[in-house]
């Protein structure tokens, strides 16, 4: 997969130098391109805002810097007429058209779904903004000819959309075959599909079996894979009960069976 962000702070994503997208980028699994917004603006203090029109608060950023590092970063794809070309040292018909993905407070919740929706584009581009955000006739403009997810990490303001791009590209690259060591180790993570589905994963465990008067729950000594996974379950909805009720509530009832109920 490859990613573009675009940003004026290039060095708010170093983070993705290390760890788990570290080393996706270093197998070649991923392939991060960070640009500075400022090259493509040209006055002498390379000014990327303005007051916003209708008064009010704060800055917008400008169209021209946006419109044009979209244009030389997306290429000429999805333009009328275009080939799927244009994007400099990639294979165009494995990364003809990249999915805009534009951070906001105001964009619709980005959750594990859209994160398994993301993992399988080929090329994302995230445009994080600062300021009260971008002109809108950017993101107006490229949905014609691009996919755009206007997406939100939560349910309050950041400064900038940075810190949403790092939540969003690691969320996506553990998604990648081949990034996370074992392939099973994202099925029971909290919010994935599967027997656990919208269920919050429960506590776990490692040696020492006593740590400070405290003992590892014997069950899980037991070696009997029926009654660990019957109590991990009910782990699960406990504690899903207790700090997100409102996800028990949106459960299908046809994946609980009776002694979920009992929990
Ligand atoms: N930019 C500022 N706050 C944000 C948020 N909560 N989600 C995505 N982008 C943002």
């Avoid at 980005?110 to 300021?131: D, G, I």
């Avoid at 002109?135 to 949403?164: H, K, M, T």
């Avoid at 589905?197 to 776990?204: D, F, I, K």
């Avoid at 109590?231 to 700090?243: F, S």
Wanted: hydrophobic content about 40%; overall charge negative; proline content about 8%.
């Amino acid at each position: 997969m490859r990613v573009d962000v675009i940003t004026i702070f290039p060095e708010y994503l170093s983070p993705l130098d290390v760890s788990l997208v570290g080393k996706a980028r270093r197998s070649g699994l991923l392939d991060v391109r960070v640009h500075d917004l400022r090259q493509w603006a040209h006055d002498r203090h390379r000014t990327v805002d303005d007051t916003p029109y209708g008064g009010g608060p704060g800055m917008v950023m400008k169209p021209e810097p946006w419109g044009e590092a979209l244009d030389e970063i997306i290429g000429g794809c999805g333009a009328e007429g275009a080939p799927d070309a244009g994007v400099p040292d990639a294979e165009p018909s494995a990364v003809a058209r990249p999915v805009l993905v534009v951070p906001t407070p105001s964009g619709t919740p980005f959750t594990q779904r859209v994160a398994a929706e993301l993992s399988t584009a080929p090329w994302l581009v995230f445009t994080p903004a600062r300021y009260e955000g971008i002109d809108r006739r950017v993101i107006d403009a490229y949905a014609e000819r691009v996919e755009v997810r206007e997406l939100s990490v939560g349910d309050y303001v950041l400064a900038g959309g940075e810190a949403p791009v790092l939540v969003m590209v690691e969320a996506v690259a553990r998604l990648l075959p081949g990034v996370l060591g074992n392939a099973e180790s994202h099925r029971d993570d909290s919010f994935a599909d599967g027997a656990m589905a919208s269920l919050l994963e429960g506590p776990v465990y490692t040696k020492p079996l006593d740590w400070r008067g405290r003992e590892v729950p014997e069950v899980l000594l037991s070696g009997h894979h029926g009654r660990i996974a019957r109590w991990r379950r009910d782990e699960a909805l406990r504690r899903t009960a207790r700090n997100r009720p409102e996800l028990l509530r949106a459960t299908d009832p046809t994946t609980t069976d009776r002694a979920d109920r009992a929990t």
